[in-house]
């Protein structure tokens, strides 16, 4: 086989860009093993543009399944609406380059817009792209309340042993991230994917905006690590509790102190690490010093 005939979509033009994924020929090497091909799936990442009233205002590269609950939770949590109310309509065109998002949004809302519009070509790994001074890099959230009830220690290592099970993009493709929503118990209700790690947080938003979720009393999971945009997400979606697989980084950590969000990270197995607000868990803390 050429070179050639690697890397190339076996039938692209037989699935649907809904699915997430694409069949291609790859090479399988090995320093003892001999070279062989096989089709193998491929997460997409694809450019979705948004569009408001009219206005451009950002282009994100994600994979193209649930794009309303893309475009929803990433206009909440950048705060260009104030609820889904906000958000009057919209519309998804496919074209050649990629998708363009249409939203129309309440006219109050339109000042907001002006105010954090950015024209970008927003990356997977990044959430900054585009933002053109320090001022805008962090919203003015408001602290969230203190949560009515003490979260189980094991319902959050539940919750996250859960999400590890409910990502089939990432079994097939092993390359996306996800954000699930579990009840306060540990048991995972709701779960998005995409290779971005921030459009599948705000794709989970999206879904539970959109049907009108209560937040103020379950555990967000992420599958990545927890930056100080995933804290500010969660935040402005009135989540007390954001639970990472990975680690957290300083400026994370210093967020969800500030907006009263518990913040832990290294979820695995049975056990994690919580960098703020530990009282909330229902347990009594053991100091090893």
């Known amino acids: 086989m050429s070179t050639a005939d690697l890397s190339l979509p ?11 994924h694409s069949s291609y020929r ?5 320093r003892h093993a001999p070279c062989y091909a096989e089709p193998d799936e491929i997460a997409q990442e694809i450019a979705v543009a948004l569009e408001y009233n009219g206005i451009s205002h950002a282009t994100l590269l994600a994979t193209p399944t649930d794009l309303e609950d893309l475009a929803l939770g990433f206009s909440f949590t950048e705060g260009i609406i104030r609820s889904a109310r906000d958000l009057y309509d919209l519309e998804i065109a496919e074209t050649a380059k990629g998708f363009i998002i249409q939203a129309t949004i309440a006219s109050a809302c339109v000042s907001e817009l ?5 024209s970008l070509a927003g990356r997977t790994g990044c959430g ?11 919203r003015t959230l408001q602290p969230l ?7 189980d220690a094991t319902a959050i290592a539940q919750a996250a042993q859960q999400l590890r099970a409910r990502q089939p993009l990432h079994l097939l493709t092993g390359a996306t991230h996800a954000a699930g929503w579990s009840s306060s118990a540990g048991d995972v209700l709701y779960v998005r994917e995409d290779v971005g790690r921030h459009n599948a947080l705000d794709k989970l938003i999206g879904h539970l905006l959109r049907t009108s979720v209560d937040t103020t009393g379950g555990i967000a999971i992420i599958s990545s690590r927890a930056s100080f945009e995933m804290v500010q997400k969660a935040a402005a979606a009135g989540m007390s509790v954001l639970v990472a697989v990975s680690a957290a980084t300083t400026y994370a950590v210093n967020m969800a102190s500030e907006l009263n969000v518990m913040l832990a990270g290294f979820a695995r197995d049975d056990s994690f690490t919580v960098y703020s607000h530990p009282e909330y868990l229902n347990t009594e803390e053991v100091s090893l010093e």
């Open 26 to 30: 790859v090479t399988r090497a090995g």
């Open 114 to 118: 002006k105010l954090r519009r950015r």
């Open 145 to 151: 309340p203190a949560p009515t009830l003490a979260y």
């Open 10 to 20: 076996l039938a692209p033009s037989d699935e649907p860009l809904a699915t997430g």
């Open 128 to 138: 900054l792209c585009g933002i053109e001074s320090l001022d805008e890099v962090r």
